[in-house]
């Protein structure tokens, strides 16, 4: 393959994120990344995600980190401890994980509404679903319009295996929905400070009620206890939404007639256009698009050397399985199929790719376009919208490579 030498302005980072990012090259051994992270600006791990490997991820604030382009490994299920995290709120007291068995979970809006706890739920019903956890933001730092918030490149993402009860069951234990239900909402088990109107601060997402067919009560991640960075001992999760909608340390799931009154659903993570606020007039962000990224190169400007080049990357469909990956090494003007590697885990988990190639020394520019079994194909363009949600732009994720 020859390089390009179209040279187009591609999309850097704009963020703080970005020289760190550009500067880091392959894992830095434990040792010296420790060492950065001790240093002046760079946040370091907070007490609760203490155990996480922080070579792997860019610490954005205690309550937000991603895991680094280059950090996902080959294999298909994320390994915790490079997982990204984010918190809305501080998270609860890591007391709550100490006697899983006796958290309780509150069902309402069924028939016969009940209280459970972790170790009842134990007993009805075990399930395991693969599937992408990924924030509604990730790529929100790559919108040229800077909208606020954590300003997420590729790894506000993961693929992992939570294990639980399926919600359907709980459904069946109590009597089914009760009539005229539109949505399942559900509560996080965060304190709210008193003093303050708890819907501008509560973590409660609603999604439509036939969801709920594929939810899962999970207790478990990657054969692991839920630990509390994740939302232990008990966290909803709803396989192809986004990140938001699974509610961590849930302590309700309700039917509800109507979706929460909290902010977080009536105001945020809404498709609202640009330079206007979210409210209840735009659509709710709930299910992911069809996406990939190169997860190899993987940073912008890297130098990779001459001949055999393995291109690497990830591929999710979003709601559906994800039928192919074409990667493009000169900006998107020519397209080449792309090889699936390792297992299909489904509809809900990303597939890995790769693309071999010699690469003769010059400049080329790396990306991915995966296509879905509903026939979407990953757009070259982000929709635009006001907070940077959903971005599944192919040429957003695009780096510049110099090959030497
Ligand atoms: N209770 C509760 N659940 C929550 C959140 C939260 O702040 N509180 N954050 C949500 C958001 S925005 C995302 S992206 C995911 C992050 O999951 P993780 O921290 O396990 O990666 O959790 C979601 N569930
Ligand atoms: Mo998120």
């Not at 501080?90 to 979970?105: G, L």
């Not at 239900?181 to 501008?200: A, H, L, Q, R, V």
């Not at 054969?223 to 961590?248: C, D, E, M, Q, Y």
């Not at 302590?251 to 979210?278: C, H």
Request: hydrophobic fraction near 35%; aromatic fraction near 6%.
């Amino acid at each position: 393959m020859k390089p390009t030498n179209i040279s187009r302005r591609h999309a850097m980072l704009r963020a703080g994120g970005a020289l760190s990012l550009a500067s880091i090259g392959t894992l830095t051994p434990i040792s010296k990344a420790l060492a950065a992270s001790e240093s002046k600006d760079a946040p370091s791990l907070p007490d609760y995600a203490s155990w996480k490997n922080p070579d792997a991820l860019i610490i954005h604030s205690a309550n937000t980190m991603e895991t680094k382009r280059g950090a996902f490994g080959d294999g298909l299920i994320t390994p915790l401890d490079r997982l990204f995290v984010r918190n809305n709120l501080n998270p609860p007291s890591e007391e709550i994980t100490e006697d899983p068995d006796s958290w309780e979970i509150r069902i309402e809006g069924v028939k016969n509404p009940t209280t459970f706890t972790v170790g009842e739920l134990k007993r009805m019903g075990l399930e395991s679903v693969p599937m992408i956890l990924q924030c509604s933001g990730n790529g929100r730092g790559y919108f040229p319009s800077e909208p606020s918030g954590t300003q997420w490149t590729v790894g506000a993402a993961g693929c992992v295996i939570f294990t639980g009860i399926p919600v359907k069951k709980l459904i069946e234990a109590t009597g089914g929905i009760a009539d005229g239900m539109k949505y399942m909402t559900s509560t996080g088990g965060e304190e709210i400070p008193e003093g303050i109107d708890p819907d501008t601060v509560k973590v409660e997402r609603s999604v439509p009620a036939e969801i709920s067919d594929r939810a899962l009560l999970a207790w478990e991640i990657n054969g692991v206890p839920l630990p509390l960075a994740h939302g232990g001992p008990l966290r909803l999760v709803v396989p192809g939404f986004t990140g938001v909608n699974s509610i961590k340390y849930v302590k309700q799931v309700a039917f509800t007639e109507d979706q929460s009154s909290a902010n977080i659903q009536q105001n945020s993570y809404r498709m609202a256009p640009l330079g206007e606020k979210g409210s209840p007039e735009y659509d709710s962000v709930w299910e992911m698009p069809v996406k990939s990224w190169v997860t190899q190169p993987s940073e912008p400007d890297q130098t990779l050397k001459s001949g055999l080049v393995q291109i690497k990357g990830l591929a999710m469909g979003g709601n559906s399985d994800v039928t192919g990956v074409e990667v493009s090494v000169d900006g998107g003007d020519t397209w080449h199929e792309a090889k699936f590697v390792g297992p299909d885990l489904g509809p809900y988990a990303w597939r890995q790719f790769v693309y071999p190639v010699e690469l003769e020394p010059g400049k080329y520019e790396v990306t991915s376009r995966a296509t879905n079994a509903d026939g979407q194909t990953q757009p070259k363009e982000r929709m635009e919208n006001n907070r940077g949600y959903l971005n599944n732009s192919w040429h957003d994720h695009m780096l510049s490579i110099t090959v030497a």
